[in-house]
């Protein structure tokens, strides 16, 4: 009984945010530059971490970050509404980080990327969690970024794999190869050291 009035709650909320980031759009659309600010601070944080998880270059993440948000302001009209808005806007992210990381010449090491990645851990965890997530993070690192982006997508971003070939313009069979591939690297690079969900 709980569980099925968890699930009827869970799919309400999930209508009410689909419902709210139409309204928001429609005003984006009507060049409503508080509905633009709103979006901007609802999608920051986490646009922001998915970027710096797939570009390493905290230089260039705050770019591609401005850039995927002017898409938004710009092109506003072009969200159709057959994805969340969610999907159409971390789409554009993944483009824009992808066109950025062709237009560089040679990988450039973000010798601080291991200290960033461990602030998303809160005061409360273990600190063998703290350790775990800082050799995940490393071994997350040495992927490629189609691979890197795979799993922040499923991990990080809780998206599905249909969701994620909408957003990366592949195939689904190509996001499971991608996982397939993704996670038997993390499981050779952390052997003992797994977190549950690898």
């Known amino acids: 009984m709980a569980s099925g009035s968890q699930d009827v709650t869970s799919r309400r909320a999930a ?35 998915f970027l710096i998880r797939l570009i390493h ?9 401005n850039d995927t948000l002017m898409v938004v ?4 009209d072009s969200f159709n509404g057959t994805s969340k808005l969610s999907t159409w806007i971390f789409a ?10 062709r237009g560089q010449d040679e990988p450039i090491e973000d010798k601080r990327a291991e200290e960033r990645m461990s602030l998303d851990a809160t005061p409360e965890e273990e600190l063998g969690y703290d350790r775990r997530r800082a050799l995940l993070m490393k071994a997350i690192a040495e992927l490629s970024p ?41 499981k050779r690079r952390l052997a003992g050291d797994l977190p549950d969900w690898i």
């Open 15 to 49: 209508r009410d945010s689909r419902a709210h980031d139409d309204r928001l759009i429609e005003r984006i659309r009507d060049r409503d530059m508080a509905a633009f600010e709103e979006l901007y601070r609802g999608y920051h944080t986490r646009l922001t971490r």
């Open 57 to 65: 270059r905290p230089t260039m993440v705050e770019e591609v970050l």
């Open 73 to 76: 302001w710009d092109r506003a």
């Open 92 to 101: 554009i992210g993944y483009r824009k980080a992808m066109k950025a990381l």
């Open 146 to 186: 189609e691979h890197r982006a795979v799993v922040d997508f499923t991990y990080f971003q809780e998206m599905g794999y249909r969701e994620i070939a909408s957003i990366m313009g592949c195939p689904v069979d190509t996001v499971k190869t991608r996982m397939f591939h993704a996670r038997r690297h993390l």
